[in-house]
């Protein structure tokens, strides 16, 4: 099949300005509202960290209130390099104070920004209107739109994951060093900010470098190069600078659950999972498009998706519970159709001007629906009350106090609204009963509540889950209660 003359910048510049402005305008959208519209846990844990490093930056902090940040994000845990929370505090510092809107802002800055690389990676390896449809599905996707705004880490490692991975795709073509060294730059970036993406640049590098240089790769220096640039950064944080926090993380989340592998409900969640997030038919649709690929792009893609297997048989838990573990999918299946649309296009320029109209209508239709979707998921819910709640929360509970909690989100909420840090009962989940099976409630008390002097509910959800600790509790006497918690104090049983 010959592909029809590439289209006039003229026809496709427009509508790439207006996919980036909707992309744009659909991630700034509900801009003020609390961060607890998407993984909230993960979003306050970032928000905990972001808010210790600008008291430690503002010269007229109050002293308790700096020490009561920086305890806090010790509590938090440090899991990978505080990149987008320095920046983040750095923005608090020249801007007045904390504001929900600039992760948000930043997040949405360097989406575009990768959306752009995208969208040139695409029209290089098929057509103009294939790199549109592209750049279509990864900025008005609606999974897409929520998770890349969020404020963690895996907005702005997917960013420097897709700018890297062009600017591969670039050295492939040419094999030159400029190439070579932004893309090591920008997927080792992509590496330190979160190193689960390892597997998927890893694929991706691994595939291009041995399908450009070939087997003689070995005697590339700008292989060698590469190698170094992307590994490096990582291997010094990771296993060099916090060794134990890896060991810890590998251990808790691969070797303790990989049981999982070996069961047949395991793959069937991971897939349907897939599907609630992308949709099953396009992303079979995209390891379709794979096949059909340019050779450097199938070859990229197919390197990234060996990637992606690997790393769900790596951290099977999280492939059917945790959706940002798969928000670096989203260029990845979108670049997969970029294939098809390229052939549609072909076929689509054959025919009359009314029929092209019609599936430039079904087209726009697609978009603005898929629009729809996500603006109405940004305000089904309205989280402006929350930092009231736990305010007030915080204000009941007396300084000093050793306190236990049933709470949602690690107690993180009650951390950053209420200035008050709680140890933690255990939640009733699938993870609790994977890892510990059942616990005997009244020994578990006696051990968990030694020596504080309150336990504090928020949520109630779990108690109904727990009926044992539900009687334990209602043998002691409520110290206080308001909107959304009881405190019982633990030294006066009714």
């Known amino acids: 099949m010959t592909p029809s003359?590439?289209?006039?910048?003229?026809?496709?510049?427009?509508?790439?300005?207006?996919?980036?402005?909707?992309?744009?305008?659909?991630?700034?959208?509900?801009?003020?509202?609390?961060?607890?519209?998407?993984?909230?846990?993960?979003?306050?844990r970032n928000a905990l960290v972001a808010r210790a490093i600008y008291?430690?930056?503002?010269?007229?902090?109050?002293?308790?209130?700096?020490?009561?940040?920086?305890?806090f994000a010790r509590a938090v845990g440090q899991y990978e390099p505080p990149i987008i929370e320095t920046l983040v505090a750095l923005?608090?510092?020249?801007?007045?104070?904390?504001?929900?809107?600039?992760?948000?802002?930043?997040?949405?800055?360097?989406?575009l920004l990768a959306g752009l690389a995208l969208f040139d990676l695409a029209r290089r390896a098929t057509s103009a209107w294939a790199a549109l449809a592209v750049l279509a599905y990864d900025l008005i996707l609606p999974f897409s739109v929520q998770a890349s705004r969020s404020f963690q880490p895996d907005p702005l490692m997917t960013s420097a994951f897709v700018l890297g991975l062009y600017f591969l795709y670039r050295w492939a073509e040419e094999q030159a060093w400029k190439w070579a060294i932004l893309s090591a730059l920008l997927l080792g970036l992509a590496v330190l900010i979160k190193i689960v993406i390892a597997f998927l640049v890893g694929g991706a590098a691994l595939a291009l470098v041995l399908l450009t240089p070939g087997r003689r790769f070995w005697k590339s220096p700008q292989v060698w190069a590469m190698a170094a640039l992307m590994i490096g950064p990582?291997?010094?944080y990771y296993v060099m600078a916090h060794p134990a926090r890896s060991t810890e993380y590998f251990f808790a989340w691969t070797v303790a659950l990989l049981q999982l592998i070996g069961r047949a409900e395991f793959y069937a969640r991971w897939l349907g999972f897939l599907g609630s997030l992308f949709g099953l038919t396009l992303l079979f649709l995209s390891l379709g498009g794979v096949l059909l690929a340019p050779r450097p792009?199938?070859?990229?893609?197919?390197?990234?998706?060996?990637?992606?297997?690997?790393?769900?048989?790596?951290?099977?838990?999280?492939?059917?519970?945790?959706?940002?573990?798969?928000?670096?999918?989203?260029?990845?299946?979108?670049?997969?159709?970029?294939?098809?649309?390229?052939?549609?296009?072909?076929?689509?320029?054959?025919?009359?001007?009314?029929?092209?109209?019609?599936?430039?209508?079904?087209?726009?239709?697609?978009?603005?629906?898929?629009?729809?979707?996500?603006?109405?998921?940004?305000?089904?819910e309205d989280f402006r009350h929350e930092p009231q709640v736990w305010a007030a929360m915080g204000r009941a509970i007396p300084e000093g106090a050793r306190v236990i909690a049933l709470t949602q989100d690690y107690g993180y909420r009650l951390m950053y609204w209420g200035w008050r840090k709680v140890e933690l009962w255990p939640l009733e989940t699938d993870l609790s009963q994977l890892k510990q099976g059942r616990r005997e409630a009244g020994r578990e008390f006696a051990e968990l509540t030694a020596g504080k002097d309150y336990f504090l509910l928020t949520a109630f959800g779990q108690l109904e889950r727990q009926p044992d600790l539900k009687k334990i509790l209602a043998g002691y006497r409520i110290a206080a209660q308001g909107d959304g918690f009881i405190l019982y104090d633990l030294h006066q049983p009714q």
Not at 9 to 38: E, K, M, N, V
Not at 55 to 71: F, I
Not at 93 to 101: D, I, K, L, M, W
């Open 5 to 44: 003359p590439p289209p006039a910048p003229r026809l496709w510049l427009p509508l790439l300005g207006l996919l980036l402005a909707l992309g744009g305008l659909l991630r700034l959208l509900d801009l003020t509202d609390p961060p607890l519209d998407f993984h909230p846990s993960r979003q306050l």
């Open 234 to 236: 990582a291997l010094a």
């Open 297 to 380: 792009l199938r070859a990229l893609l197919l390197g990234a998706w060996s990637g992606y297997l690997l790393y769900g048989l790596t951290l099977p838990f999280q492939m059917y519970t945790h959706s940002y573990y798969h928000l670096q999918l989203v260029p990845v299946i979108a670049l997969g159709l970029a294939p098809l649309v390229a052939a549609l296009a072909v076929q689509a320029s054959r025919e009359r001007r009314l029929w092209q109209a019609a599936l430039g209508g079904l087209a726009f239709v697609l978009v603005g629906y898929q629009a729809y979707v996500a603006r109405s998921i940004l305000f089904a």
């Open 91 to 111: 923005t608090y510092r020249f801007s007045g104070g904390e504001n929900y809107a600039i992760p948000r802002l930043w997040q949405t800055f360097f989406w």
């Open 55 to 71: 008291y430690d930056l503002l010269p007229t902090a109050d002293p308790r209130q700096r020490a009561l940040a920086e305890s």
